[in-house]
């Protein structure tokens, strides 16, 4: 892959960080943590006509669950990171190198 290339991978690398610092309309906060916690309080209600299927899903410790995921946005907001305009399909092979350009 082209990333195995040193100077593709810092050329790829300068470009995200140009991408990261796009400044995008709308709130700067992260929505993942909302999402996950809406989630969590959505799943732990949740009931089954299938008995088996219901006691299996109440052996899941649901307070547990969202206990450790307030643990980690804990530990990520002591990050101070940015909310940046990203995109996960920004990969090696979906990039197309300009050969005249270099």
């Given amino acids: 892959s082209d990333m195995k290339e040193p100077r593709i991978a810092a050329e790829i690398a300068k470009q995200l960080q140009k991408f990261h610092q796009v400044d995008i309309p709308g709130s700067k906060e992260p929505q993942l943590w909302n999402d996950v916690f809406k989630f969590l309080k959505k799943a732990s209600v949740l009931k089954f ?11 899941i410790s649901f307070r547990e669950i969202q206990d450790e995921v307030k643990e980690l946005k804990d530990l990520s907001d002591l990050l101070h990171a940015p909310v940046v305009f990203a995109h996960n399909d920004l990969l090696s092979g979906n990039l197309m190198l300009n050969d005249l350009e270099g």
């Fill in 49 to 59: 006509e299938d008995n088996e299927k219901q006691k299996r899903y109440e052996m």
